[in-house]
């Protein structure tokens, strides 16, 4: 794209109250640095108002060397998410979280014009490793806006049947023993136990969970929501933690913002 058109693809973060040395902040421009993805930050401090906010994002928006607008979230309480999720360009909304675009996912036959990052990883995930879809019953764990509740939604454009467990859910385990296909993303390490897994079926952990280690230097470990040690002994395939779902988030918003500047500049 470069070399075609003179033209690189840009993402810009806006950070409020959190840090710079913050762990997904740092990875997430390092990676960029790696693909030749230009990066643009603005740093603005806890006290912001919503439309100092707004003010960046709307600069941001306008700024033809910006194809992707990522706002570090959660927000600071006095701030309105929704609001500021709105302002966000639906074209350059590369973390695909503007409600339009989760609109568009919802729906049979529209498309969004970005797919949230972790759950279009699961996706690549099963994609890339063989992992048939169609018509086959899905079980997603966790319903929340940015994992759960769109990786159901893709699961059943994929044409799976599709339930969600959540944490009002009886008997879960039972309902997640039917299923050919696990996307778990609910917050609570190795919740899910080998008792849990239909024989064969291909499990995704998007959990990431610290728990005491005192034999590591951290003193502690991250572990997921799958208990990996039982349920790999059990499942046909399974993403370990670390290493599975969270890298794949961090290419898939490079592939997202490269996916925006070819549409910003018509490139095929
Ligand atoms: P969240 O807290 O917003 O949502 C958790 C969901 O789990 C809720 O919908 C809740 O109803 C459900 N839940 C809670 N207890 C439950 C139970 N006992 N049984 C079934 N469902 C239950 O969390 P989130 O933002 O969706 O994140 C979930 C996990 O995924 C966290 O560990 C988070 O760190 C991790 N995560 C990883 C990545 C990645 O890139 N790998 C990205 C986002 C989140």
Redesign the pocket.
């Known amino acids: 794209m470069k070399d075609a058109i003179g033209i690189v693809p840009g993402l810009a973060v806006i950070l409020v109250g959190s840090r710079k040395d913050s762990q997904t902040y740092v990875r997430n421009k390092k990676a960029c640095e790696a693909v030749g993805i230009q990066s643009f930050e603005v740093n603005l401090p806890e006290d912001s108002s919503e439309e100092e906010v707004i003010k960046h994002i709307a600069s941001f928006n306008s700024d033809p060397s910006v194809h992707g607008i990522l706002v570090e979230l959660p927000l600071l309480r006095h701030m309105n998410d929704e609001s500021i999720l709105n302002a966000v360009g639906i074209e350059k909304d590369v973390d695909g979280f503007h409600p339009l675009n989760i609109g568009r996912l919802a729906m049979q036959g529209r498309d969004p014009f970005f797919v949230p990052?972790?759950p279009k990883?699961c996706m690549e995930l099963l994609h890339r490793y063989g992992v048939e879809i169609k018509g086959k019953r899905a079980v997603v764990?966790?319903?929340?806006?940015?994992?759960?509740?769109p990786a159901a939604l893709l699961l059943q454009k994929a044409n799976a049947t599709v339930s969600i467990?959540?944490?009002?859910?009886k008997n879960?385990e039972e309902i997640t023993r039917q299923a050919d296909i696990v996307i778990?993303?609910?917050?609570?390490a190795n919740?899910v136990r080998g008792n849990w897994i239909k024989p064969g079926a291909a499990i995704i952990d998007?959990?990431?969970?610290p728990v005491d280690d005192p034999e590591s230097p951290r003193g502690y470990r991250l572990v997921?929501?799958v208990c990996y040690e039982e349920a790999s002994k059990v499942a046909g395939a399974i993403t370990p933690?670390?290493g599975?779902?969270?890298?794949?988030?961090?290419a898939m918003l490079l592939a997202n913002t490269l996916e925006s500047a070819k549409r910003i500049h018509n490139f095929k």
């Not at 764990?141 to 509740?149: D, F, K």
């Not at 778990?184 to 609570?188: I, L, R, T």
């Open positions: 990052c972790t990883g764990i966790g319903r929340s806006n940015i994992v759960g509740m467990v959540h944490s009002q859910t879960p778990a993303a609910v917050g609570v919740l998007v959990g990431i969970n997921g929501d933690v670390p599975g779902v969270g890298p794949m988030t961090i």
